[in-house]
């Protein structure tokens, strides 16, 4: 049974020593669902505390989030499969033997990334960046993570669905009532900050990550900004019978690793069980995890049937803080430990 108040007194520790700014932390199970907040949301140019209802840049949780399940639903409805050329659905893609599920799954050979990118702001230019990028691997030989793979994505979704943002909000926000969750949100004030950027200043309700930022703020990649309460309903809508977004026969795909010969373990768009991530000593095998360079992530294990969500701003007001893997190694052993 969870002891809500010894919960709190660990997430408060850590935001009192500064490990974070703030933690959102939400706990699902098939019966219950808590939540806890701690800590200041701002801490330049003045403080601010974190509320319930901020909304944090989700960075790489958009693959998953976004990205991932529209593919899914694209399968799911026939017009993609796994090995779907990515050529056939974007004629100026130069590298025929690239598949959907090359892409999905970090095993194009793509490069992990290229800062010219920098040199190629604005959405025709970074595409033509994209499409210019030579492999650096074999297909199917190595796991690298790259966002450059999860733009592709977003612009194949594009061709056959319409505009990114426009989709998600259609097939997954508005079907599970994330009414807090988008590209480019409203009202910015609601945001936690991220990085007090040399370039930019200070980063607020405005994307951090550059790609997608060099891409009008929706990508595939990254972009999309969310409440504890809203990633909790999609953690939910994964992790439960719920068909509303995709249907249980879909996200069954999801219990299966792609990529078991190779260095990392991997389905589509989640990690599986890797020893590289940072879900805590007791994760099940079959489990799905995702973490975003904010300091946002999602847990979602199968066997013992619960989720957690943890959201931070860990980059506010500097990238400096590397201290977030063993912050949610440890809050995911001690919710896991009351199971």
Known sequence: MIDRIDIQKKIDEITLAQRVPCIALGFLTSTSSETWISGN?????????????????MASLTKVIVTTTLILKLIEEGHLSLETKVDSILSDFKHPEITVLHLLTHTSGLVADHKGYKDHCGKEALRSFIMSLP???????????????FILLGYMIEVLMGPLDISAKKYIFDPLGM?????????????????????????????????????????????????LKDTMAFAKMILSDDERVLKNSTKALLHTTYTASLDHQRTLGWYRHDESCSFGSLASQDVLYHTGFSGTSIYIDFERQLAIVLLTNRIHPNRDNDQIQPIRSMIHDVLMMTQ
Do not use: M, W
């Open 41 to 57: 949301r701002s801490l330049v140019p003045q403080i601010e505390k974190l509320t319930e209802d901020t909304l944090f840049d």
């Open 135 to 149: 492999l650096t691997e074999v297909p199917n030989t190595k796991v690298i993570y790259t966002d450059f793979g």
């Open 179 to 227: 009414n807090d969750t988008g590209y480019r949100p409203n009202d910015r004030n609601r945001c936690a900050p991220t990085e007090n950027n040399p370039q930019r200043g200070l980063i607020r309700g405005i994307v951090h990550d550059g790609k997608a930022y060099c891409s009008d703020q929706v990508s595939g990649n990254a972009g999309i900004f969310s409440s």
